[in-house]
């Protein structure tokens, strides 16, 4: 596996993360299989209760982070003074500099699409005109191809048990950062929380995700200008996407993809009769997923 850059790699070997359950089959045979575990975290900010979210709690520091950025509660600009995480009650304290209360945004809340049922405060298009991506930024389809087969042989728990959804931050064809969790929303958030607490930033994101409105805020937020899915679009998620000039590619399985916005970005250069198609073990398990 040539993946010299990753620095964040998920760890299906992790006993924490999945427990083997015994049933049967189609044939009445009994069976036994892994089934991911999903456990309750409570996010503070500064003393002030602000969401409880189901994940498998394997980064939950970068979480935190990740979802205060994403809902406008941290800003760009403010220094952590402390991020605090006790396992025994299943909380996560992050501490800042500035002075914070967010009572008025907690009484209003918009339930999202993703797939563990998110929740978000506030104005979700706050501050998602004024993003600017970068107009420059090129990438080759070749370099998408071995992007994704990259991706797809990183040891997951995607294909360890399922039920999961796989994000990963990337520059060109090197990904950076690979994490999962239970809802694509909380993938997304660990993401945006390491790429915050370490000052790293990428060119690419990918989703095993649909690319919805929430999915296309959320990577303009983060200042990433080309978005990939190997799922499709909704309509939302493609007009806000050309509205921020953003590159939107999905249903990215073997040599097909689509891309509805932000096309100007792809530089086509990939010979198509010289690359594989999806491998027989990845498209019986994202079948049965998706």
């Given amino acids: 596996m ?8 998920p760890d299906p070997a992790d006993p924490r993360l999945t427990r083997r359950v015994s049933g049967r089959d189609q044939t009445g045979a009994v069976v036994e299989t892994s089934v991911t575990v999903e456990r309750p975290l409570t996010l503070y900010l500064n003393g002030q209760e602000i969401v409880t979210m189901m994940t498998i709690l394997d980064r939950p520091e970068d979480l935190a982070v990740g979802y205060l950025l994403n809902q406008g509660m941290l800003r760009t600009d403010d220094q952590l003074t402390a991020v605090e995480y006790d396992d025994d ?3 996560v304290v992050v501490r800042t ?5 967010f009572e008025e945004k907690l009484k209003k809340k918009t339930l999202t699409s993703g797939c563990a049922q998110g929740t978000a405060f506030g104005d979700l298009m706050e501050g998602f005109a004024e993003v600017k991506l970068d107009p420059e930024a ?10 994704l ?3 797809n042989t990183v040891p997951s728990l995607y294909l ?7 994000c990963a931050l990337a520059e060109g064809d ?6 999962e969790d239970v809802g694509r929303h909380n993938a997304v958030d660990k993401i945006a929380g390491w790429m915050f607490r370490e000052g790293v930033r990428g060119s690419v994101f990918y989703t095993t995700g649909r690319l919805t409105s929430e999915m296309v805020i959320k990577t303009v937020r983060m200042d990433i200008p080309i978005l990939v899915s190997r799922s499709g679009f909704t309509a939302w998620g493609v007009e806000l996407a050309r509205e921020a000039n953003l590159t939107l590619i999905g249903r990215c399985k073997g040599k097909r993809f689509t891309v509805l916005a932000g096309e100007e970005r792809l530089i086509w250069d990939a010979e198509l009769s010289y690359l594989e198609e999806e ?5 019986r398990k994202n079948a049965r997923e998706e």
């Fill in 2 to 9: 040539d993946l010299p850059d990753l620095r964040v790699a």
């Fill in 138 to 147: 090129r990438l080759r389809t070749s370099e998408l191809y071995r992007l």
């Fill in 149 to 151: 087969h990259r991706i």
């Fill in 160 to 166: 360890e048990a399922g039920a999961i959804h796989g």
């Fill in 97 to 101: 500099e500035r002075r914070t209360s």
């Fill in 174 to 179: 090197r990904p950076l950062c690979y994490m």
């Fill in 279 to 283: 491998s027989a073990k990845h498209w």
């Fill in 89 to 91: 009650l299943g909380v």
